[in-house]
């Protein structure tokens, strides 16, 4: 299980730029395409681990593409096709520098922030007396900078978006409308799987014609956070955890081993008893997020693949 994809070095027909992310790696071509690559890298605390987690890129491109799909009727996005499991290609965008955060429930950050006192996160107010994982009166909107290369994404408010003039004020009510949009869609989907969308987020560009839409993953685990429904509201009542489909699981055990991204802090061992264990929880989450079970991909030569796929579909267009 060590085939894993953690770094590639393309270079394609009419590349002018790639950028390496957290987790994906960005393509620029000349004629106004980008080819984006989930790799198998897994990132917790703005930090990536180590090693690679087999067939992670997969299906996070995979549950990202289905996704998009769904919601194509209600916001628009990049996505033109996936010529290789981990592959998307669509249209470049300018990014927005902010992610679009939304929150149905304390739980993740924003319950670790209410732990510490806190009852206004991004200067959106938090109800006294919650317990952690407790349903907010609505969603919550708490916006984050996208953070350079190797530096933590920062909470910030609407206000300060709009004072920094980060993002103007017509576009930044365009994003806030799609975001409530898409949630609501997600956890319409969600509901179908005996799943509650806890919180996500979604990242959005403007195309060269000056379109807003969506961009990157949408209604992942690396992105988003699910309860199991059924039980829900009896664990609460007893105070025990919720049972969970997210990336929260490694940054739990991370969390007991000592490792929060903090400066000083070393990331612990993962042995690879523990990587495959991983692996599996997130084909465990694709099965359940989409209803649909999953395929693996050839592993054997993961870089040829994705080579000779990408160049196959870009020869077509």
Request: glycine fraction near 6%; include cysteine; charged fraction near 30%.
């Amino acid at each position: 299980m060590n085939n894993t994809l953690t770094h590639t070095d393309f270079k394609f027909p009419g590349q002018i730029n790639v950028y390496h992310g957290k987790v994906r790696e960005v393509y620029t071509l000349a004629n106004n395409t980008l080819v984006m690559i989930a790799t198998d890298r897994l990132s917790a605390f703005d930090v990536v681990m180590p090693k690679g987690i087999p067939y992670k890129g997969q299906i996070l491109n995979q549950i990202a593409t289905k996704m998009m799909r769904d919601t194509e009727d209600i916001v628009p996005n990049w996505l033109a096709a996936t010529p290789d499991p981990n592959v998307a290609v669509g249209e470049a965008c300018d990014p927005f520098k902010v992610e679009m955060v939304i929150r149905a429930y304390l739980s993740g950050h924003a319950a670790r922030e209410y732990k510490a006192g806190k009852r206004i996160l991004c200067g959106v107010a938090m109800p006294e007396g919650m317990k952690e994982n407790d349903k907010f009166p609505e969603p919550i909107i708490t916006p984050a900078t996208k953070a350079e290369a190797g530096d933590h994404d920062e909470d910030i408010s609407r206000e300060e978006i709009l004072s920094r003039e980060i993002v103007s004020e017509s576009d930044y009510l365009q994003l806030e409308s799609y975001t409530r949009k898409l949630f609501e869609r997600g956890s319409e989907i969600a509901s179908k799987r005996g799943l509650i969308l806890v919180d996500t987020k979604y990242e959005f560009g403007k195309t060269k014609d000056g379109k807003i839409v969506l961009i990157d993953e949408i209604h992942t685990p690396d992105s988003s956070r699910y309860f199991y429904a059924e039980g829900y509201s009896e664990r609460q009542e007893k105070g025990e955890a919720q049972k969970q489909l997210s990336k929260e699981f490694v940054r739990q055990w991370l969390i007991r081993n000592g490792f929060q991204g903090l400066e000083g802090q070393q990331v612990p061992h993962m042995t690879d008893e523990y990587i495959e264990s991983v692996s599996q929880r997130y084909i465990e989450l694709y099965e359940n997020i989409t209803g649909e079970p999953f395929v693996k991909a050839d592993l054997s030569n993961i870089v040829a693949r994705i080579e000779s796929n990408v160049e196959q579909y870009l020869a077509t267009i």
